[in-house]
């Protein structure tokens, strides 16, 4: 969207891949002091990752925000990653309060 190239599937995949490392380390993977500073880190794709994160999930993450919107996972390509698999099948209840 900074590009002002238009919304499509795969630009779907990299706010997936935003929100999913939001979700994962509690920041936004492009914070900075400026829009300026934000804007360099989106278009550099200049992600950071502390230790101990799962590896399945940098590496989802690192997979839905490739530069190259052709280089991205697609949502089906997404749905049979080893990190979105771990999932599969769970109860869907939220966690949280036991009843």
């Not at 979700?23 to 934000?38: N, R």
């Not at 278009?43 to 925000?65: H, K």
Request: proline share 6%.
């Amino acid at each position: 969207m900074i590009r002002g190239e238009g919304h499509n599937e795969s630009l779907d995949m990299w706010e997936m891949g935003v929100l999913l490392y939001e979700m994962v380390i509690g920041k936004s993977p492009f914070g900075a002091k400026s829009q300026e500073a934000t804007c360099r880190l989106i278009l550099t794709v200049d992600l950071r990752f502390p230790q101990g994160v799962d590896p399945e999930a940098e590496d989802l993450v690192r997979n839905l925000c490739k530069l190259k919107p052709e280089a991205r996972l697609t949502a089906a390509q997404a749905k049979k990653h080893a990190f979105v698999q771990k999932f599969h099948g769970r109860p869907t209840e939220p966690i949280g309060e036991s009843q």
